[in-house]
């Protein structure tokens, strides 16, 4: 019975696109899981740059969502009539609902009616939405109701109720917890929401234990990679993000990269004051100056968050300490928190690197979802052969300014970090609007 279902499966690459897709953690995902992703929109062009680096056959579009059309996102993806087979993306959500008014008439709540409207335009059969575990509770509550309501006035059944998946049940060494809402076209079938592995959760050191110590690689005081590290003894999971073991329900597009190379891994110099304070810090306990967490070798790292950008005071996120060696981890160990391969790359500062890190969903996290929607769609995908080439290096350096311009878009966006002296000032003109 079992190969009889299976030979009634169609066999192709279905067309995805993603939507506020920042660095690509779930284009990266529905990638794995099969899917071709043609399009992904992101207006933060630091962060499209990235994207267009690591997936050089998708159309990075970086734009605000707002003004466009899924006539232009088809144009610019040059995708024509062709069916779309899912939208995903985790529009960002700022508001919160009023008594006696819809949550969605809030403009700050606007991406969300967005992400409804650019769905429906591009016709797609499925969408996936992802945010945050927040919009479940008290009165943002209203606003995924609503949400609801708005796909289901427009053709759309809802997989119902939502749920809130923990990535550290799907394979990451990570306690990290998302909302999903998945639908489809009415008449079409609806998936089922993954359900956890059995398998025991992966712990931070089988994650990050074979990384080579940068505190004893000087190539990374000004570089965030080098030719010269030495990698040690992989995890079963260390090795399959290393490309060093095959992975069976990978079906990406192989990368050609170096992993001899030790990329996304620039150093932090702490103060002396500081490295003693993060040695006296017991694992899984919070240092109390800094409030960076000590991570637990044996546990799961904790949910690994972006600082904010210039339009909410461009704030770094507290990082946590590493497990071994009194520092803050670095943008590749915080990736192998987050399930990213090591091919991958984030920009080359370490603010924006985390930043990238901390605003995505985790690959493998994505990859259960967009798996049970192909199962739904009853699409046994095809697994490429050829490697692709990843983008060029100049991408993963770009200021705001230059990445603008690369795009042909104001560089006036979030995402451009205020350094001490502006951020003072910028403080002390909202206290005087006060």
Same mark, same amino acid.
């Given at each position: ?5 299976? #030979? ?42 990235? =994207? ?7 159309t990075s579009i970086c734009a605000d969502a707002t003004r466009l059309s899924g006539a232009d ?40 009616? #967005? ?24 009165? =943002? ?68 234990g074979d990384l080579p110590d940068v505190d004893r690689l000087d190539d990374l005081i000004d ?12 995890s079963r999971y260390a090795k399959t993000l290393r490309g060093t073991l095959a992975d069976a ?72 300490? =590493? ?82 311009? =690369? ?28």
């Amino acid at each position: 019975m079992s190969f009889l279902r299976t #030979e009634n499966k169609s066999r192709r690459r279905p067309i995805g696109v993603d939507l506020f897709a920042g660095a690509g953690g779930l284009s990266l995902g529905f990638e794995q899981a099969g899917f071709e992703v043609r399009a992904a929109v992101e207006i933060d062009p630091v962060h499209c740059a990235v =994207h267009e680096f690591n997936f050089p056959k998708c159309t990075s579009i970086c734009a605000d969502a707002t003004r466009l059309s899924g006539a232009d996102i088809r144009k610019a993806a040059k995708l024509g009539s062709a069916r779309i087979d899912v939208v995903f993306g985790g529009a960002p959500c700022q508001g919160f609902s009023l008594m006696g008014k819809r949550a969605l008439d809030d403009p700050r709540n606007r991406l969300l009616l #967005e992400f409804v409207r650019l769905t429906i335009e591009m016709n797609a059969n499925y969408f996936v939405f992802e945010n945050v575990k927040g919009l479940t509770v008290g009165r =943002h509550k209203q606003l995924l109701q609503e949400l609801v309501e708005a796909f289901q006035q427009n053709g759309y059944d809802v997989l119902l109720p939502y749920r809130v998946l923990n990535a550290a049940d799907f394979g990451v060494p990570q306690d990290r917890q998302r909302l999903f809402l998945i639908g489809a076209k009415k008449g079409l079938p609806l998936p089922n929401y993954p359900i956890p592995s059995a398998a025991p959760r992966i712990g931070v050191w089988d994650a990050i234990g074979d990384l080579p110590d940068v505190d004893r690689l000087d190539d990374l005081i000004d570089s965030d990679s080098t030719d010269a590290a030495k990698f040690g003894k992989p995890s079963r999971y260390a090795k399959t993000l290393r490309g060093t073991l095959a992975d069976a329900s990978d079906f990406s597009h192989p990368r050609v990269w170096n992993p001899k190379r030790l990329t996304s891994s620039m150093r932090t110099e702490h103060t002396h004051l500081s490295i003693l304070r993060f040695e006296a810090t017991p694992h899984g306990k919070v240092e109390p100056i800094s409030r960076f967490l000590k991570l637990d070798p044996n546990g799961l790292s904790n949910t690994l968050r972006a600082g904010t950008g210039s339009d909410r005071g461009a704030f770094t996120s507290p990082r946590p300490i =590493h497990p071994h060696t009194p520092r803050c981890i670095t943008v590749r160990e915080a990736a192998r928190l987050h399930s990213y391969p090591d091919w991958f790359r984030f920009h080359a500062t370490k603010w924006h690197g985390f930043r990238q890190i901390g605003n995505s969903v985790p690959p493998l996290l994505g990859r259960a979802v967009a798996s049970a929607v192909l199962q739904a769609m009853n699409i046994v995908p095809d697994r490429p052969q050829a490697s692709l080439d990843l983008g060029s290096e100049s991408l993963l350096k770009m200021t705001v300014t230059a990445a603008a311009r =690369h795009y042909g878009v104001s560089g006036g966006v979030v995402g451009r970090r205020l350094r001490p002296a502006d951020r003072q000032q910028s403080d002390q003109l909202a206290l005087a609007m006060a």
